[in-house]
C-alpha cells in the first residue's frame, strides 16, 4: 500500500496515489449541528451544517493535477436540501426548501464517499415563526383617562414585529398588529408606530379603577403590566376651585386655606368668627318667631306615628287652645307635627334642634332656657337625660306643664361638632270641648355659652 497524505482545509484525507492499488480509502462524514435549528415550513430556510466533512481527491488515471471532489447530499428525513455546498471540512450551508411538514427532523449526510451518516432530531420545522419574540410593557401616557370620554394613549415598551417570508422568495413583509387592553376591555385603533412605541383608543364606559394593560403582539404573545392606568368617573386633570374662597374643600381633595382659631370656615369659603347659636321653638333664624302655619327651619320633627323620615315641625295655628291655655312667650312659637295640633294619643312624638359647637371647647358648653308641653314630655341632650339643674321631665296631664315655663340649665354631655336636643312628646286623652284634642311643645328663652377652642 503506498500512502499519499494531502492537507484540504482543516481535515487531512488519506488517499491512494496513482499507480497503487485502485482501491480508495473511505471516510466518514460526522454532523455535529446544524444552524439554525428551526424552519419556518412556510419559507425556504438556508443552514449550516457543522462537523466532519472529508472530500476525496481524485488523481486521474493519466496522471496530472489531483481534483478534489467535495459533491455532498443532504436530507431532512427523506426531503433532500438544495444548494449543498461544502465550504471547507468542517462547514456545508444548504437551503431547506418550504412545504416540509412540521416535525423535528434528523439530518443525513452523502459524502463524495457514498457514505452516509445521520443525526437524529437536530432541525424542526414549525407551522409558523420559529423565533416567537416577547413584548414588554413599560407605561403608558396619559396613565388615567375620564370614563365618560375616550383617552388617546401612547404605549411605551419593546413591541417587536414579526418578517413573514414568503415562500415564492418575493419580497418579506412585516406584520406589526397590536392588541391591547386595559383590564378586559380592548382598546382601539391600536397602532404600531415604532420597536418601542404604539398609540391606541382607551373608550368610553370603562368603569372607575385601576388597570393593567395587557399587549398581543404579533407572535401572539402577551405581555401584561398592572396597575397602569387609571379610569376615573370625572376629569383626570383636576383644577382646584379657590376662585373666592379663602378656606375650604378645593374640589380636588385638598384645601383653599384655613381659619385660624376663633373662626371656622363657611359653605361660601370664607372665614367668618365662630359663634354659638341655638334657637327656640317657632322662630326663624334671626331668631324671630315665625307666623302661625309655618315650618321650622331648626326644630324637625325626626319620629312619632307616620313619621320615616325627619321633617319640618310646624307653628301651631292656634297657640291658646281650649280658652287660652298655654303660656305666652315673645321669643318662640308653640309648635307640633300639623297646624291644628291633632295628635294621635298616648303615641310618642320626637322633636330635634340641631347645634353646632365647632371651634368651642365642649366641655365649656353651658345651655339655659324653659319649655312646655302638652301633655307630658321628657327632654335629652344627644340622646341622654341631660345633666344640671331645672326640669328635663314634664309628667302627667296636668295644666300646670304647658301653662306654665319650666327652666333648665344643660352643663355637661355635649359633643365636638353637632349636638342633639331633643324632646319627646306624648298627647294625652284630655279633651276640650268643641275641639280637637290638642298637642305642642314649646322651647324658650334658650341662650348658649362656651369657650372657643384655642
Ligand atoms: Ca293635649
Not at 449541528?33 to 419559507?43: D, I, L, Q
Request: with cysteine; proline share 6%.
Amino acid at each position: 500500500m503506498c500512502f499519499k497524505r494531502l492537507s484540504l482545509g482543516l481535515v487531512v484525507v488519506a488517499v491512494l496515489t496513482a499507480g497503487c492499488s485502485s482501491s480508495v480509502s473511505v471516510l466518514e462524514p460526522v454532523v455535529e449541528a446544524v444552524e439554525p435549528s428551526c424552519g419556518n415550513s412556510a419559507a425556504a430556510t438556508t443552514v449550516t451544517v457543522l462537523g466532519t466533512m472529508p472530500v476525496k481527491t481524485v488523481s486521474p488515471p493519466e496522471g496530472g493535477e489531483a481534483t478534489i471532489d467535495g459533491t455532498y447530499h443532504a436530507w431532512f428525513g427523506t426531503h433532500e436540501l438544495t444548494e449543498v455546498k461544502w465550504i471547507d471540512g468542517h462547514t456545508l450551508t444548504a437551503v431547506v426548501p418550504p412545504g416540509i411538514q412540521a416535525g423535528t427532523y434528523g439530518l443525513t449526510l452523502q459524502s463524495p464517499f457514498n457514505t452516509r451518516t445521520t443525526k437524529d432530531a437536530v432541525f424542526e420545522v414549525r407551522a409558523g415563526e420559529c423565533q416567537v419574540l416577547e413584548p414588554v410593557v413599560e407605561a403608558v401616557e396619559p396613565n388615567c383617562g375620564n370614563s365618560a370620554s375616550a383617552t388617546a394613549v401612547t404605549v411605551l415598551g419593546t413591541l417587536p414585529v414579526k418578517t413573514v417570508s414568503s415562500p415564492e422568495g418575493s419580497e418579506a413583509t412585516i406584520d406589526t398588529v397590536y392588541h391591547a387592553w386595559i383590564g378586559a376591555t380592548a382598546l382601539v385603533e391600536v397602532t404600531w408606530v415604532d420597536g418601542h412605541t404604539l398609540t391606541a383608543v382607551v373608550p368610553p364606559g370603562i368603569q372607575a379603577g385601576t388597570y393593567g394593560l395587557t399587549l398581543q403582539s404579533p407572535f401572539d404573545t402577551r405581555a401584561t403590566k398592572d396597575a397602569l392606568f387609571e379610569v376615573r368617573a370625572g376629569e383626570c386633570q383636576c383644577t382646584p376651585r379657590c376662585t373666592g374662597r379663602t378656606c375650604g374643600d378645593d374640589g380636588c381633595g385638598g384645601t383653599c386655606g384655613t381659619c385660624v382659631s376663633g373662626t371656622h370656615c363657611t359653605s361660601a369659603g370664607t372665614c367668618e368668627a365662630s359663634l354659638l347659636r341655638i334657637w327656640n321653638t317657632g322662630v326663624d333664624a334671626n331668631g324671630a318667631p315665625l307666623p302661625v302655619g309655618s315650618a321650622d327651619p331648626q326644630w324637625q320633627l325626626v319620629a312619632g306615628p307616620g313619621v320615616t323620615t325627619p321633617r319640618a315641625a310646624i307653628v301651631l295655628s292656634n297657640q291658646h287652645p281650649g280658652g287660652g291655655h298655654y303660656y305666652s312667650s315673645s321669643d318662640s312659637r308653640w309648635i307640633w307635627s300639623n297646624a291644628d295640633g291633632s295628635a294621635t294619643a298616648s303615641a310618642p312624638y320626637t322633636f330635634r334642634l340641631r347645634f353646632d359647637l365647632t371651634g368651642f371647647d365642649p366641655t365649656t358648653v353651658r345651655i339655659t332656657g324653659a319649655w312646655g308641653v302638652d301633655n307630658s314630655g321628657q327632654m335629652t341632650l344627644n340622646g341622654s337625660t341631660p345633666t344640671g339643674t331645672g326640669t328635663f321631665s314634664l309628667a302627667g296631664a296636668v295644666a300646670d306643664s304647658f301653662d306654665a315655663e319650666h327652666a333648665f340649665t344643660i352643663s355637661e354631655g355635649f359633643v365636638a361638632g353637632v349636638n342633639s336636643l331633643e324632646i319627646q312628646v306624648t298627647n294625652a286623652g284630655d279633651s276640650y270641648p268643641g275641639e280637637i284634642n290638642p298637642a305642642g311643645v314649646d322651647v324658650t328663652e334658650l341662650t348658649i355659652s362656651g369657650t372657643p377652642l384655642p
